[in-house]
Nanobody, 112 residues
Framework: QVQLVESGGGLVHPGGSLRLSCAAS????????MGWYRQAPGKQRELVAT???????NYADSVKGRFTISRDNAKTMPYLQMNSLKVEDTAVYFC??????WGQGTQVTVSS
């Protein structure tokens, strides 16, 4: 079994940027999708972005044009570049692999 650890979260001002990373404790074979989800207080966990092994990406409408997901199959995966951050982006962000392996989350807070 492997574990995922997110990093890169923190406190930023509106309009700022953050880059989230997801590190795996071991090399994972057979990855068909990777993604990022987020959960704000009192709300359900929601999709932010995903990328398949074939490079096909999918984004939530709320982050299109601002966030970019990329993949790295060499232990660190996936990345999420977040630009033009808004207060509504405040949430705990989780990385996942194959919708079966999840990290424990990293807090992203956007506030002035």
């Amino acid at each position: 079994q492997v574990q995922l650890v997110e990093s890169g979260g923190g406190l930023v001002h509106p309009g700022g940027s953050l880059r989230l990373s997801c590190a795996a404790s071991a090399t994972i074979i057979g990855i068909y999708s990777m993604g990022w989800y987020r959960q704000a207080p009192g709300k359900q966990r929601e999709l932010v972005a995903t990328i398949t092994s074939g490079g096909v990406t999918n984004y939530a409408d709320s982050v299109k044009g601002r966030f970019t997901i990329s993949r790295d199959n060499a232990k660190t995966m996936p990345y999420l570049q977040m630009n033009s951050l808004k207060v509504e982006d405040t949430a705990v962000y989780f990385c996942e692999l194959n919708l079966s392996v999840w990290g424990q989350g990293t807090q992203v807070t956007v506030s002035s």
